[in-house]
């Protein structure tokens, strides 16, 4: 995303310094979106569920017919080869992509086993523990399977995502909670959303229309290990305003309280504090 530092690129078989230029003006995935990635994470000296990470980004390229040519090991591999260059204290973004070469039947299907491969590593800092966010309704709502490949961690999604965020950050917000298709919440324009109430945690079931993540389905593991009730549930906008507590859920920093929903304000209350402390005990063992 070229908003970080230190970048070093793996393409054509090899690590390069910096932000090299990767793809053509008549590739596929320039001109007709064929592009998908995933996004991991290097912090404390840990490279927290890496694996997960890779694979998805080949199931995100299965899912819009792209070939995948790496397997998830050889991208671990690739991944750690890279990060060897760091210093054990940096905190690394971690995106593999792929993208179509060239065009099938029509042009408009991407042609098979015609794959571009790339790794970027950038340099972003982890958010600190306090550093929080605020939400708000948007009218741009998450697409049901009929209408995208929301099945996919795929760059043609992202800009109904930028309309949302610029939604809300024009009126003072930093984010915004999306519905689905029936109105229920779904998801942040980022990341996954939980929230708290009564010592139990709750967040929207999976419903087609948005990606469960993996730093998702970590934080319910912690949870119920330590002995907290999750439940995944039909989740309106009036539960989120009756919340005790509610943080979102990604890759890129974990563990983001939110502070407000519109005129709902909110604590960083002990279970968001819990949650990002078992996330970090439990990369510490595993990561």
Known sequence: MATGTDIRTYYDGRWHEGDIAVIRASDHGAWLG???????????????????????????????????????????????EGLAAYPRDAAVYIRPMYWALDGGPLGILPKEGATGFAVALEAIPMAAPEAATTLTTTRFRRPVMEDAVVNAKAGCLYPNNARMIAEAQAKGFGNALVADALGNVAESASSNVFIVKDGEVFTPIPNGTFLAGITRARHMANLRADGVTVHEVTMSFADVHAADEVFLSGNMHKVTPVTAFDDTAYGIGPVTRRVREMYWDWAATAG
């Open 34 to 80: 064929t592009t998908v990635f995933d996004g991991a994470r290097y912090a404390h000296g840990l490279t927290p569920d890496l694996d997960k990470h890779c694979a998805r980004a080949n199931a995100s390229a299965e899912a819009l017919m792209i070939t995948p040519t790496v397997s998830m090991q050889e991208m671990v591999g690739i991944v750690r």
